[in-house]
């Protein structure tokens, strides 16, 4: 029994209480009477319906029944009182989640509307949002929905082929709307419905089979695109570059220079306040060109006084370095001390350890941006996957500080996604600094702390 559940089930126990000394006490005191002839009455006692008295009571049944009001009527007013303040919290809470969502939906212009959030949604969801593109996700799973929420997505609940729930979406403003799930008929149907909601609307449909695309075209969609047909020829691409026949891919590699100088986006991330010039110092950088607040304000060639706070990028220039070695004087290792003692939970801590390590290696080999972009690539993946379980973990074993931990699982999602969409310009120092002050941090004082809550109440 934890904290937070031992106080519904001290009211449960005393409800249960008094209905059973009710029933118990005109048993005793009336003859002829059933249990439920007793139970029923003293329901109604308690919760003071005035159905009138079933039989006829004696001088020693009413003062009981006196009796019974006064203790019984208390503890029945709480118990009704907690379980109609449950149900309207729980109720408020996701109106108000729900309306904000669908606020920030109804603001949208231009936008794109996937439909499926599988593997493919997935994959299309996180380059839009490093694209800076606005979309929406429509899909019937509450499962999926709440992990692309997590990830910071406008999502929406309901069948994409289904007209309210197009409208709903945005599908007269939007721009794209993209056809993942896996199915082809389905696909047909929702390009149909977008369609004719929104003649203008760009459709990209998920294909299946080649014989029906035909149908597909006719049916509204714009072009058909195949994954398997495309994973195959990345990976024959792959073949073929290994084997000195195709031109090296380029794509993910560091920015390129203008006459020996580049720009690069410094991500703050420590508590700590500090200033444009001593921000500048540590990058080595020549000058600093926009400094972006936290909360969205851009301020353009900013003061060397001004000052960085927890969440703010700076972006400056830099002149480029013929080397791109880069000496990180603190790695982050596994080390014993990490351990927390719940075997699941210290699995996974390991994972996130090794792909910190991985990133450290490769910065120092000098592989800066390809390093980035694939750490952060799988490193997002893993994160939303692993707060998910320990939410879990925590929710099922009742921790009263449920909400301030989650809170802290939305603010590290959120600053994995901005440098994610980032990652080709961020110095590689940033993204170690955030991986360690993660790591070390979050592990040694936050994770412990409900590590703690689990071991002293374990059943």
Same mark, same amino acid.
Request: net charge negative; with cysteine.
């Given at each position: 029994?934890?904290?937070?559940?031992?106080?519904?089930?001290?009211?449960?126990?005393?409800?249960?209480?008094?209905?059973?000394?009710?029933?118990?006490?005109?048993?005793?005191?009336?003859?002829?009477?059933?249990?439920?002839?007793?139970?029923?009455m003293t329901?109604?006692?308690?919760?003071?319906?005035?159905?009138?008295?079933?039989?006829?009571?004696?001088?020693?049944?009413?003062?009981?029944?006196?009796g019974?009001?006064?203790?019984?009527?208390? +503890?029945?007013?709480?118990?009704?009182?907690?379980?109609?303040?449950?149900?309207?919290?729980?109720?408020?809470?996701?109106?108000?989640?729900?309306?904000?969502?669908?606020?920030?939906?109804?603001?949208?212009?231009?936008?794109?509307?996937?439909?499926?959030?599988?593997?493919?949604?997935r994959?299309?969801?996180?380059?839009?949002?490093?694209?800076?593109?606005?979309?929406?996700?429509l899909?019937?799973?509450?499962?999926?929905?709440?992990?692309?929420?997590?990830?910071?997505?406008?999502?929406?609940?309901?069948?994409?082929?289904?007209?309210?729930?197009?409208?709903?979406?945005?599908?007269?403003?939007?721009?794209?709307?993209?056809?993942?799930?896996?199915?082809?008929?389905?696909?047909?149907?929702?390009?149909?419905?977008?369609?004719?909601?929104?003649?203008?609307?760009?459709?990209v449909?998920?294909?299946?089979?080649?014989?029906?695309?035909?149908?597909?075209?006719?049916?509204?969609?714009?072009?058909?695109?195949?994954?398997?047909?495309?994973?195959?020829?990345?990976?024959?691409?792959?073949?073929?570059?290994?084997?000195?026949?195709?031109?090296?891919?380029?794509?993910?590699?560091?920015?390129?220079? +203008?006459?020996?100088y580049?720009l690069?986006?410094?991500?703050?991330?420590?508590d700590?306040?500090?200033?444009?010039?001593?921000?500048l110092?540590?990058?080595?950088?020549?000058?600093?060109?926009?400094?972006?607040?936290?909360?969205?304000?851009?301020?353009e060639?900013?003061?060397?006084?001004?000052?960085?706070?927890?969440?703010?990028?700076?972006?400056v220039? +830099?002149?480029?370095?013929?080397?791109?070695?880069?000496?990180?004087?603190?790695?982050?290792?596994?080390?014993?001390?990490l351990?927390?003692?719940?075997?699941?939970?210290d699995?996974?801590?390991?994972?996130?350890?090794?792909?910190?390590?991985d990133?450290?290696?490769?910065?120092?080999?000098?592989?800066?941006?390809?390093?980035?972009?694939?750490?952060?690539?799988?490193?997002?993946?893993?994160?939303?996957?692993?707060?998910?379980?320990e939410?879990?973990?925590?929710?099922k074993?009742?921790?009263?500080?449920?909400?301030?931990?989650?809170?802290?699982?939305?603010?590290?999602?959120?600053?994995?996604?901005?440098?994610n969409?980032?990652?080709?310009?961020?110095?590689?120092?940033?993204?170690?600094?955030?991986?360690?002050?993660?790591?070390?941090?979050?592990?040694?004082?936050?994770?412990?702390?409900? +590590?703690?809550?689990?071991?002293?109440?374990?059943?």
């Open positions: 029994m934890t904290s937070k559940t031992r106080p519904h089930l001290q009211l449960l126990v005393a409800i249960l209480l008094v209905l059973l000394v009710g029933t118990v006490g005109y048993l005793l005191l009336e003859d002829g009477w059933t249990v439920l002839d007793a139970l029923y329901v109604i006692t308690i919760t003071t319906i005035g159905y009138g008295e079933i039989h006829e009571l004696s001088s020693a049944s009413r003062i009981f029944t006196i019974l009001i006064f203790t019984g009527l208390g +503890v029945a007013a709480v118990f009704a009182t907690q379980i109609a303040k449950m149900i309207v919290q729980s109720g408020i809470k996701n109106l108000y989640e729900k309306r904000k969502m669908n606020d920030k939906i109804n603001k949208l212009q231009s936008h794109t509307i996937i439909c499926g959030y599988g593997r493919i949604g994959s299309i969801s996180l380059k839009l949002f490093e694209l800076g593109l606005d979309f929406v996700i899909d019937t799973s509450e499962e999926k929905l709440n992990e692309a929420e997590q990830r910071g997505y406008l999502t929406m609940h309901g069948d994409a082929a289904v007209d309210g729930v197009l409208l709903s979406a945005g599908i007269g403003r939007a721009e794209y709307i993209v056809l993942c799930i896996n199915n082809d008929a389905d696909n047909i149907n929702i390009s149909l419905a977008a369609r004719e909601l929104n003649p203008d609307i760009f459709v449909a998920r294909g299946s089979d080649p014989t029906i695309e035909y149908r597909m075209l006719r049916a509204g969609a714009n072009t058909v695109v195949y994954p398997m047909t495309l994973g195959g020829e990345q990976i024959a691409h792959i073949l073929a570059r290994h084997a000195g026949v195709a031109p090296a891919n380029n794509k993910g590699t560091a920015p390129h220079d +203008v006459m020996g580049s690069k986006i410094f991500p703050y991330l420590e700590e306040q500090l200033t444009v010039a001593d921000a110092k540590r990058t080595n950088s020549q000058k600093a060109l926009v400094l972006h607040r936290v909360d969205g304000e851009d301020i060639d900013p003061d060397d006084n001004e000052v960085l706070e927890h969440g703010d990028s700076l972006l220039l +830099v002149r480029c370095e013929k080397s791109t070695k880069t000496n990180i004087e603190e790695t982050v290792t596994w080390s014993e001390d351990l927390l003692g719940i075997p699941s939970i699995a996974e801590h390991r994972v996130l350890v090794k792909y910190a390590e990133f450290q290696k490769a910065v120092n080999e000098g592989k800066e941006g390809e390093a980035i972009a694939r750490l952060f690539d799988r490193l997002l993946e893993y994160t939303t996957s692993h707060f998910a379980r939410e879990g973990f925590m929710q074993r009742g921790y009263p500080d449920i909400e301030e931990h989650m809170k802290e699982h939305r603010r590290i999602t959120r600053e994995v996604m901005e440098l969409r980032d990652k080709r310009y961020v110095f590689s120092e940033s993204v170690d600094k955030f991986l360690q002050d993660w790591i070390i941090n979050h592990i040694n004082h936050t994770d412990r702390k409900y +590590v703690k809550f689990m071991l002293e109440n374990k059943k």
